[in-house]
């Protein structure tokens, strides 16, 4: 499967935005979805994931309630959406698939496919 992440862009603190990730090559049914941040130095972050049909959601500890995870099958896409942001915010983001794996999803190793990243750049 490919990954197509899309929607970053700048926002200015306390503002929204929604990441998409689009698949093409097999259906994204198949597929647990997560998504991931990096900043330049440091380790990829885990920020979201959900389980193949959407009724399992987990977020980290930084996005609690604020950002939120869905899927369309039908559409095969995934999203991110991303309200009242901070500076701290500021990364890449990607979106990451796999489809049979082991432990949790918050680990970036238990992804096999990942989209190119999209530029988010939240302004104080």
């Known amino acids: 499967v490919q990954l197509q992440a899309s929607g970053g862009g700048l926002v200015q603190a306390g503002g929204s935005l929604r990441l998409s990730c689009a698949a093409s090559?097999?259906?994204?049914?198949?597929?647990?979805m997560g998504w991931f941040r990096q900043v330049p130095g440091k380790e990829r972050e885990f920020v979201a994931s959900i389980n193949r049909i959407g009724g399992s959601t987990d977020y980290g500890d930084s996005v609690k309630g604020r950002f939120t995870i869905s899927r369309d099958n039908a559409r095969n896409t995934a999203s991110l959406l991303m309200n009242r942001l901070k500076p701290e915010d500021t990364a890449v983001y990607y979106c990451?698939?796999?489809?049979?794996?082991?432990?949790?999803?918050?680990?970036?190793?238990?992804?096999?496919?990942w989209g190119q990243g999209t530029l988010v750049t939240v302004s104080s």
């Open positions: 090559g097999r259906t994204l049914s198949s597929y647990a």
């Open positions: 990451a698939a796999v489809e049979y794996y082991r432990g949790s999803l918050r680990f970036a190793a238990n992804y096999d496919y």
